[in-house]
């Protein structure tokens, strides 16, 4: 990692008065360097500055710090459209913040961001056409007042400080001890230790193959079963490519339109015909796991093909671990912790030393900041998303909610390209305010949740539905969650449609 982009810059000198800039960026994690990269490369006048709550970049990649962590998605297409990717497909989080690092360095990006600023209220005053943003420094506990014409929300979808752990009965008496990936102790020995996940998701399929080798046993408890690729961590295109030496440049951008092609194919296949890319799924699973493994019962999924992530398992570690005798995967459900581990519906007990909670996330809004307008407390939930981007009756602020089904930078990129093309709009027309409206034909739209839950129904997200913006039926008023649609949409967006006012 870069050694120069973790220090601060220097704080603002007077404590009273407020720092002003054109665009406040939130966060540092992929969407808020992408953001800043793009602000300076689009909108070169422009003054702004990252507040970063934690002590460096990064976000989820700097966050979580349990075994094996590494991303699902290829980095072709995670990383950014506009710096080659040049190692192999899945990377670890330390190689994408290495990535990341280069490109704060290579693109002076340290002077504008702000670590350990945590962002506590932003409120905007219509008389002025500012955002007033509240934060405090953690590691002097100094409050600070920045003003910024355009808000840029880069804070990820999820509460940093803690994941969600569901309360079962008897866990007050478990003697062992009970972990959750997003806050991994740093002590934590599990050598020769009994131990067991509760999740089946991504980060379960990475914590198995990467703590099972170490472990006495490793069980993966699971309530339902979950999608996985298996796949070699290579990509065969880009092998070719390095081989003629082609350039990275070339190298990246064919490669991410080779891996976007064939993730368009796949995902109307999972829509069109479900079945079919259910039985490929699954006969990758028993190509690892043998015809005597019970696939039914661990591997197959009650939903249908990509209405959750499919968490991608390179070189099928996860089942190696569990062909090997190492790892091994219980479908059930938890009736009771006891002191020594957890007693099952089905009367099976499984004792444990340690209990890894691999059960998600809690949705987070807008980076738990108290947001406000001309005085009064906003509820998100009452305003109606604009492309999944802005919102109804909210000025000057974009946030970035990235893909599910594709990689969040994909959209981190289009939405950038969006702030910059709307900020240069606005000093076109001379205009200090833009805010989404319903337009007279919206006006009887029916207002929707943030995302069908036929579509895409991650507990997280169903857990969270209420505390998220609503969408219409139109394109206008929702997040595709759509890539291949987006990125001819957002590009072709007219900034003088009527939904957008400006004053
Ligand atoms: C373990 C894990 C693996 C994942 N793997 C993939 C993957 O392979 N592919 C994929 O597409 N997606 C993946 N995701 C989803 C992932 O979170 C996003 O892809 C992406 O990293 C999000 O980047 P971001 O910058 O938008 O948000 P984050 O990475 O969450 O960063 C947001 C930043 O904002 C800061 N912040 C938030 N609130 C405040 C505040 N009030 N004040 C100051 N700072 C604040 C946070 O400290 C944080 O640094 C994964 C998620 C997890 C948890």
New binding site residues.
């Given amino acids: 990692m870069s050694g120069t982009a973790v220090k601060s810059a220097p704080a603002p000198k007077a404590k009273s008065s407020a720092e002003h800039v054109d665009v406040l960026i939130?966060?540092?994690?992929?969407?808020?360097?992408?953001g800043a990269y793009h602000l300076k490369q689009q909108c070169p006048g422009k003054s702004f500055v990252v507040?970063?709550?934690?002590e460096s970049?990064?976000?989820?990649?700097?966050?979580?710090r349990?075994p094996g962590?590494?991303?699902?998605?290829d980095l072709y297409?995670?990383g950014y459209r506009f710096k080659p990717w040049v190692g192999p497909p899945?990377a670890t989080?330390q190689e994408?913040l290495t990535y990341m690092g280069e490109v704060i360095d290579d693109n002076d990006l340290a002077p504008h961001i702000r670590y350990n600023?945590?962002?506590?209220t932003a409120s905007w005053s219509s008389k002025d056409n500012l955002w007033t943003i509240e934060?405090t420094r953690k590691d002097t506990g100094e409050r600070l007042t920045f003003t910024a014409n355009f808000l840029w929300m880069?804070?990820?979808?999820?509460r940093?400080s803690e994941g969600y752990t569901p309360q079962w009965p008897g866990m007050e008496r478990y003697r062992g001890r009970i972990v959750h990936?997003?806050t991994w102790p740093d002590d934590l020995d599990y050598k020769d230790k009994t131990v067991v996940i509760i999740g089946s998701g991504?980060?379960a399929a990475?914590l198995a193959p990467a703590m099972a080798p170490d472990c006495k046993h490793l069980t993966v408890l699971q309530r339902s079963p979950t999608y996985f690729i298996p796949g070699r961590n290579q990509n065969d295109l880009a092998n070719i490519l390095r081989e003629i030496e082609a350039p990275e440049e070339w190298v990246h951008e064919l490669v991410r339109r080779k891996v976007l092609f064939d993730q368009e194919v796949f995902t109307r296949r999972a829509f069109e015909e479900p079945e079919a890319v259910r039985a490929e799924l699954l006969e990758g699973v028993r190509l690892f796991l043998g015809p005597d493994y019970d696939i039914e019962k661990h591997f197959t999924p009650k939903y249908r093909p990509w209405r959750q992530?499919i968490a991608?398992v390179p070189d099928g570690d996860l089942f190696q671990g569990i062909a090997s005798g190492k790892a091994s995967m219980v479908t059930d459900e938890i009736e009771t912790f006891t002191e020594t581990g957890l007693l099952l519906k089905s009367g099976e007990k499984l004792d444990a030393d340690i209990i890894i909670t691999a059960t998600g996330?809690n949705l987070?809004v807008?980076?738990?900041?108290a947001f406000s307008i001309d005085g009064k407390p906003l509820d998100f939930a009452n305003t109606v998303t604009y492309r999944g981007m802005m919102f109804t009756g909210v000025p000057n602020m974009v946030w970035?909610?990235?893909?599910?089904r594709?990689?969040?930078?994909?959209r981190?990129d289009l939405v950038a390209d969006f702030v910059c093309r709307l900020l240069n709009h606005m000093d076109k027309k001379g205009v200090k305010r833009v805010v989404p409206a319903l337009r007279a034909e919206d006006r009887d739209m029916p207002l929707l949740p943030w995302i069908d839950p036929e579509n895409f129904n991650p507990g997280y997200l169903m857990r969270g539905m209420h505390l998220l913006p609503k969408r219409g039926d139109k394109p206008e008023w929702q997040h595709s969650q759509d890539y291949w649609r987006e990125k001819n949409e957002l590009p072709a967006i007219d900034l003088d449609d009527a939904a957008l006012q400006y004053d």
């Avoid at 939130?26 to 992408?34: D, E, F, L, W, Y």
């Avoid at 962590?69 to 998605?73: A, L, W």
């Avoid at 600023?117 to 506590?120: Q, S």
């Avoid at 594709?406 to 994909?410: G, I, K, N, P």
């Fill in positions: 939130v966060g540092a994690g992929i969407s808020g360097v992408g507040l970063e709550g934690l970049f990064g976000g989820t990649w700097l966050m979580h349990y962590i590494r991303s699902d998605s297409t995670f899945i989080a994408i600023h945590h962002i506590e934060a880069c804070q990820g979808y999820y940093h990936p997003q991504a980060t990475t992530r991608f996330f987070s807008l980076g738990d900041i970035v909610f990235g893909y599910f594709a990689s969040w930078t994909l981190a």
